[in-house]
């Protein structure tokens, strides 16, 4: 029988991580061991508040007596396995899971993940490096100089003031040389958005992230129906979470942001690509503040992305993996089987 193990994760950022609807200088997130006797999966929950997530409630799914049965023996029958999982409300835990089986059953068939799936590890979308939001303009300026290598930047905005994101943006296109997108996290309401978009429009934003709250619909009815047709694409990432959630966004927004920790795993975020690639909506790979573990399992879905921001890993200063390497914004995805993360520290 398939023996489970979690392992508490406390990852520190290097520098304090502030959005719209908080900030943060550490991460506890929990990795989740797969043991079938031979070889070992590894899954990494994020445990992000905002989405109701605590790492009692992840140790818990993971500690469920229903999961090793539910898993089985034959880690080959790997949609089985899916299809048998108990049922969770954290999609965090679940993500975890499903990262750990990938791996286990790639492992067991002595490829890389990415290889099994047929993709191309030369396709890998350009990954952009976030800016967070700083509380004066000092503070912001060293925060891009941490950016000045990058060829893509996602800044952070959704400060409380228009005048301020403008200012935050403004300074980031004359700091830097990269292209330069913007996340207001839920942060603007719709009229703030209206406000807002063209002047970003006008300095050459290259793409507009989640401009109102997440569960604002009508705001983003209003957004696509008074916004002028050559606005930047509006990307949906707090509004979406799975596949469910994908329908009511069409015709609203651009694209999607699929999060592993968001959706539940790599089996529901390739549905998802599926589901809003007919759709005709663009796809950004994206992640929380996560080790290794989870970026490289997010990593090997990037050459079907548009998008990437896979930086999570850059944020914080005690990674115990490594594995998809990135240099600058371009991901690298390991020639290992698995999701190809290797340990660094005990």
């Avoid at 031979?38 to 905002?50: I, M, N, S």
């Avoid at 999982?85 to 890389?112: C, E």
């Avoid at 030369?122 to 303009?137: H, I, K, M, Q």
């Avoid at 990058?150 to 300074?171: A, E």
Wanted: hydrophobic share 45%.
């Amino acid at each position: 029988m398939m023996r489970i193990h979690s392992e508490q994760l406390s990852l520190q950022l290097e520098n304090p991580f502030k959005i719209s609807y908080g900030a943060t200088t550490s991460r506890q997130n929990v990795l989740v061991h797969l043991h079938d006797g031979e070889l070992t999966g590894v899954g990494e929950a994020a445990v992000v508040p905002y989405y109701g997530e605590t790492p009692e409630r992840v140790c818990a799914y993971f500690e469920d007596p229903a999961l090793p049965n539910a898993i089985g023996e034959d880690l080959y029958l790997l949609e089985d396995a899916f299809d048998q999982l108990p049922a969770t409300a954290s999609s965090a835990a679940r993500a975890a899971v499903d990262m750990a089986l990938h791996d286990l059953w790639a492992k067991k068939l002595g490829q890389p993940l990415y290889r099994l799936w047929g993709l191309n590890p030369d396709r890998c979308a350009t990954s952009s490096y976030t800016v967070a939001l700083a509380d004066d303009e000092p503070a912001y300026r060293k925060l891009l100089e941490t950016a000045c290598d990058y060829p893509v930047v996602k800044l952070k905005l959704g400060s409380g003031s228009i005048d301020s994101d403008l200012q935050f943006t403004q300074m980031a296109m004359t700091t830097l040389s990269a292209q330069i997108c913007v996340d207001a996290n839920g942060g603007w309401s719709a009229q703030d958005a209206l406000t807002i978009i063209p002047h970003l429009a006008e300095m050459g934003v290259m793409f507009v992230e989640q401009p109102v709250a997440k569960a604002d619909f009508e705001g983003w009815r209003t957004l696509r129906h008074q916004l002028p047709a050559d606005m930047p694409p509006l990307i949906a990432d707090e509004s979406v979470q799975g596949v469910e959630s994908i329908l009511p966004l069409a015709g609203l927004a651009d694209g999607i942001n699929i999060k592993l920790a968001k959706c539940g795993g790599l089996r529901p975020a390739r549905q998802m690509i599926m589901l809003a690639r007919a759709l005709g909506l663009r796809i950004m790979i994206g992640c929380m503040v996560e080790s290794s573990v989870a970026i490289s399992a997010a990593a090997a879905l990037t050459p079907l992305a548009d998008y990437a921001d896979l930086d999570g890993n850059l944020l914080i200063t005690n990674d115990p993996y490594r594995g998809a390497c990135n240099i600058h914004g371009k991901l690298t995805l390991p020639d290992l089987p698995g999701l190809g993360v290797e340990r660094l520290v005990e």
